[in-house]
């Protein structure tokens, strides 16, 4: 049952929490929240939602039938296959594009340079972000100022793959070459070279000095920091360092170009914001948003890196250019240079503590390395503080701020997660640290300080924006932390035989956010077919989280029927409603109650019809197991019917039609409790993981199964950050690595079991209790894993990965 | 040059050019369950049957599968009857954007083949260069040690006083397809 059936009553069973945070908005943000009718749910009443229900298309996906965007291939005898040329340089300026030999190559259709007509010159960012766009506007299709070696300096459409790789490699680029700086500390200095003048960017973004490559500068405080750190109190600051992660999404950026025979553009892409998409390459191409259409077909992972407008428009310039239909994907190689990958950060820590252990301020400052461009930038710095601190919104001073700042470095840009995994090292790797330097139990250290039920949480508002104010009414840490104590057994440790080998187990906690407070919208319409069952088309992207499977739960749920009664239309934007897109953890919670009001919508709809042929009050009528029934007289009549007589029936025939929209001021935070257990030989720093456990409250998991497979798929991700070197650079800034063998990402032998654990609260304002699930557990291993080393051989690692000379080096230190 | 093979059961000649790889040739002629995620020989996801062997397509020049019989993962069930390899990855949810499956399930019907009972130290080894970003391998691992005991189940009846006989695991005649019969 959920932890929350002991959750505070209006009365005041959190006063003790609610006076530990200054409650000066509460009519704004009550904690009894105005539940939709029906929205609770007890467990023996769901029929669909929380059913371990098979995923709407895995039986195409397990035998190779579903169609990626590369898979279209064969619909379009015309095609024609992109390239690109990419800069080879990290600074400078593009004297002259040799182009004679690759036009004059046999099947070579176009060749594009930032000159030429097809090629708009505006400036847009790759960011799919909602409007107005949160980044600045720094980037074109092609550029001549090159500022990064993987930068696209000129496309070409051939034949085929072969013809358009040589075309690209036949290309003469000539340059002027500028001094670079690749290190983020020196970047910000006043003698480094610029990598922008003000005049090249449009749509700045606060706290912008481009004579010091800041792309931004952002914070925001709660009560008074300085003072706090200036008390009688024990301070201590920490520096924690994380790698440059990339997406390695397995299905590459892929995007597929044509014009059709409405003179429309219409783009298949794998792409995780189709409705950003169309509105950027309107602004771009400066076409209507009513000519284009943009088409998501199964998505090969996204992870973020789809949260952008990577490919798209080389496609749509060369199809322009060739009038034919143009495939780009990219090749494995671009995806580590050339596409996007997790912001590197040095982030510092530092708290006031007092001599009783109580944590009287928090101060996090982070410097960002936003790479060459700054999609992204601010708003994944931002998430640094505003998704990690909230843990601990009981303490009344607190500080966050960042630098972001531009190197001639590869494009960063979203990543699951978004900015907390670096904050969560920062923080839950300081906090270990503090407790053990206090002589107080880590773990009852945050159990002591950690968000509950009934808090006020200002410091998710402390920035203003995106992260409002906001009251908690879901929040299950304390049984996320105590059922991972019990599955990773840390009661009863057994520490190794051999005298060398030490086992330690560490353990962090996590919060995210579900959508974005204030600025989301998923609509969705549902139209009853005349055999009753059910066509739904929802905004809401499913980029292989399962999303559309939950979103037929939701109104299967509603409808009483059946869930293979419903065929599932989603993110075509010629067909589908309005959506913002699958990021920011929102698709279950926003899209998800976008589909439970058009379901709703429906749902009257039918009972009306079900009333006319029952003869009985709409009141009296629920639906279930494919009828409309009454309660009174136990009649019923099947929704097929209902189908039938709509359409065929009677004088006020009408097409059921449902539609639902959804917006929220609401963010509410899913909350995990990450374990590793570890045993590190003392002579080597060799390590071993020898499992995760990770416990999320996700409030109620719409599918079971497929949110444990979110929860260990992210861990894994967050596993890999914590021990891989990610994507290293050479002294230029160009990528060192070429394919996945050298990527190193954790293969089935490395990577340790992980368990994952439901704690189910009930969210009143995600649809039946829902909220987000996929991000939380991307944040954990990194300091679960340092605190874990800490507790077994005493040494903190703060830089990430985590490696065995690391650990070997400081134990050396310390016994020399 | 013309090259002949037999694809899922089905004899084909196709043009292939000596620098074809055997993953392209076989996605253009519509063999879309032979994903390429990489380009060449790092994830995995173009695994196919060539001659009863695993290969990685894409890394096999096309005109070398000259005369071969090859499966893709189309070849092994159907969506109303799957291999009992699928139908374990279905039902513990080791699918999510399905990009690395059809390589996986390959790998795995290849692995039961030869290691009936595997221990899931086995199957890791087994799935090691099958990449996949999504699932942190751990439902994966469980679907294919599920996979191993359904198809044990299915494979040894004890019939006759402790006689095991043995039954095919669901339509497909053996875990390689149907040794060149079916017209998947
Ligand atoms: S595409 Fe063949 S192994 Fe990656
Ligand atoms: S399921 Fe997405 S890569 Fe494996």
Redesign the interface.
């Known amino acids: 049952m959920s932890s929350d059936d002991e959750a505070p009553t209006a009365d005041g069973g959190t006063a003790s929490q609610s006076e530990a945070v200054e409650d000066r908005r509460s009519e704004e943000h009550p904690l009894e929240w105005d539940e939709p009718e029906n929205n609770d749910k007890a467990p023996d009443e769901r029929d669909s939602v929380s059913h371990?229900t098979?995923?709407y298309?895995?039986?195409?996906?397990?035998?190779?039938?579903?169609?990626?965007t590369?898979?279209y291939?064969?619909r379009y005898p015309d095609l024609a296959y992109a390239a690109v040329v990419r800069s080879d340089i990290p600074h400078g300026r593009v004297t002259d594009i040799d182009t004679s030999d690759a036009e004059a190559m046999d099947g070579v259709d176009a060749v594009l340079t930032p000159e030429s007509d097809a090629v708009p010159d505006g400036k847009y960012t790759s960011a799919g972000q909602s409007y107005p766009e949160p980044s600045p506007w720094d980037m074109h299709v092609l550029n001549k100022h090159v500022r990064y070696i993987g930068d696209p300096i000129a496309a070409v459409a051939a034949e085929d793959?072969?013809t358009a790789t040589a075309a690209v490699e036949a290309i003469e680029v000539s340059y002027e070459e500028y001094d670079y700086v690749t290190d983020p500390e020196a970047a910000f200095d006043e003698n480094a070279p610029q990598l922008f003048e003000d005049v090249e960017v449009e749509n700045e973004i606060v706290g912008h000095d481009y004579d010091r490559n800041r792309m931004a500068h952002i914070g925001g405080e709660l009560g008074d920091v300085a003072a706090a750190l200036d008390g009688e109190t024990h301070v201590h600051e920490t520096e924690w360092e994380t790698i440059r992660q990339s997406?390695?999404?397995?299905?590459?950026h892929t995007s597929l170009a044509y014009t059709n025979e409405d003179d429309r553009h219409v783009l298949i892409t794998s792409t995780q914001v189709p409705n950003h998409t169309r509105r950027q390459l309107a602004h771009l191409f400066d076409i209507p948003i009513r000519d284009i259409r943009v088409q998501k077909p199964?998505?090969?992972?996204g992870?973020g890196g789809k949260q952008a407008m990577v490919v798209e428009p080389i496609p749509l310039a060369l199809s322009l250019a060739t009038d034919r239909p143009v495939l780009y994907e990219a090749?494995?190689?671009e995806e580590f240079y050339a596409m996007r990958s997790r912001h590197p950060m040095k982030v510092k820590a530092k708290t006031a503590v007092t001599d009783e252990g109580d944590i009287v301020a928090i101060d996090i400052y982070a410097l960002s390395n936003t790479g060459a461009y700054g999609s992204h930038g601010m708003t994944v710095a931002g998430n640094v503080g505003s998704k990690p601190l909230p843990l601990y919104s009981k303490v009344p001073n607190a500080r966050f701020e960042a630098d972001i700042v531009h190197t001639n470095t590869p494009q960063t840009g979203a990543m699951r997660g978004y900015g907390a995994p670096q904050g969560t090292l920062a923080l839950e790797g300081h906090l270990d640290e503090v407790a053990r330097d206090l002589g107080l139990d880590p773990i009852e250290f945050r159990r002591r300080h950690h968000m509950e039920v009934g808090d006020l949480d200002e410091i998710a508002g402390m920035m203003g924006g995106e992260g409002a104010n906001r009251r908690i009414r879901s929040c299950g840490l304390d049984e996320c932390i105590e059922r991972g104590k019990d599955a990773i057994g840390y009661d009863d440790l057994e520490q190794p035989d051999e005298d060398h080998l030490h086992r330690g187990i560490g353990m962090a906690l996590s919060a995210q956010g579900t959508g974005v407070a204030g600025d989301e919208l998923g609509a969705a319409q549902i139209m009853m077919n005349e055999d009753g069952s059910f066509h739904l088309q929802v905004g809401g992207v499913d980029?292989?989280?399962?999303a559309d499977t939950a979103f037929l739960q939701i109104a299967a749920e509603v409808l009483g029927c059946d869930e293979d009664d419903i065929i599932v239309k989603s993110a075509d934007t010629d067909v589908t409603p309005f959506d913002y897109g699958a990021y920011a953890s929102s698709t279950t919670y926003i899209s998800g109650m976008a589909v439970k009001k058009a379901a709703e919508d429906a749902k009257a709809r039918i009972l009306h019809w079900g009333s006319k042929l029952l003869e009985e009050p709409v009141e009296e009528l629920e639906t279930g197991d494919g009828t409309v029934y009454s309660e009174a007289s136990g009649d019923s009549v099947t929704l097929e019917d209902i189908g039938y007589e709509a359409a065929y029936g009677g004088d006020e025939r009408e097409h059921i039609l449902g539609k639902g929209t959804h917006c929220t001021e609401e963010s509410p935070p899913p909350f995990a409790a990450q374990f590793a257990d570890v045993t590190v030989d003392e002579t080597t720093g060799e390590f071993e993981v020898q499992k995760l456990v990770v416990a999320v409250d996700c409030g109620v998991a719409i599918n079971p199964?497929?949110a444990?497979?979110?929860i260990?798929?992210?861990?894994?991700?967050s596993?890999e950050m914590a021990v891989s070197d990610g994507i290293t650079l050479d002294d230029e800034g160009r990528a060192e690595i070429a394919?996945?063998?050298e990527y190193g990402?954790p293969?089935?032998?490395e990577?340790p079991?992980?368990e994952?654990i439901l704690v189910e609260t009930h969210e009143p304002t995600g649809p039946f209790g829902a909220k987000s699930v996929a991000e939380v557990p991307t944040n954990t291993v990194p300091p679960a894993l340092s605190n874990a080393v800490r507790d077994a051989v005493g040494v903190r690692i703060r830089e990430m990965p985590i490696t065995a000379d690391k650990i070997k080096t400081q134990l050396d230190e310390r016994n020399s | 040059m013309d090259i002949e093979l037999t694809i899922n059961g089905e004899r084909t000649t196709v043009e292939a050019g000596s620098a074809d790889d055997l993953a392209t040739v076989l996605r253009q002629h519509g063999y879309i369950g032979v994903k390429c995620g990489c380009d060449g020989g790092t994830c995995g996801a173009s695994k196919v049957f060539v001659d009863g062997e695993v290969r990685m397509a894409c890394g096999m020049a096309a005109v070398d599968a000259d005369g071969s019989e090859i499966q893709t993962v189309a070849a092994l069930g159907t969506q109303n009857d799957l291999h009992p390899v699928q139908q374990a990855f279905v039902d513990n949810f080791a699918v999510q954007c399905g990009f690395c499956i059809p390589g996986m399930v390959i790998q795995a019907v290849a692995l039961l083949d030869s290691n009936p009972d595997p221990t899931e130290r086995e199957v890791r080894e087994a799935l090691d260069d099958n990449v996949c970003r999504c699932t942190g391998y751990q439902k994966p691992v469980e679907a294919v040690l599920d996979a191993a005991e359904r198809m044990r189940g299915a494979q040894s009846v004890a019939a006759d006083g402790g006689h095991s006989v043995t039954v095919s695991p669901n339509a497909n005649e053996s875990t390689r397809c149907c040794g060149g019969d079916c017209d998947e």
């Open positions: 371990r098979e995923k298309d895995d039986r195409k996906l397990v035998t190779g039938q579903a169609k990626y590369a898979d291939e064969e793959r072969t997406h390695a999404n397995v299905e590459k199964r998505v090969g992972g992870f090749s494995r190689e980029i292989g989280t399962g199964g497929m444990e497979g979110q260990e798929g992210a861990n894994h991700m596993y394919d996945f063998d990402l293969s089935a032998t990577t079991p992980i994952s």
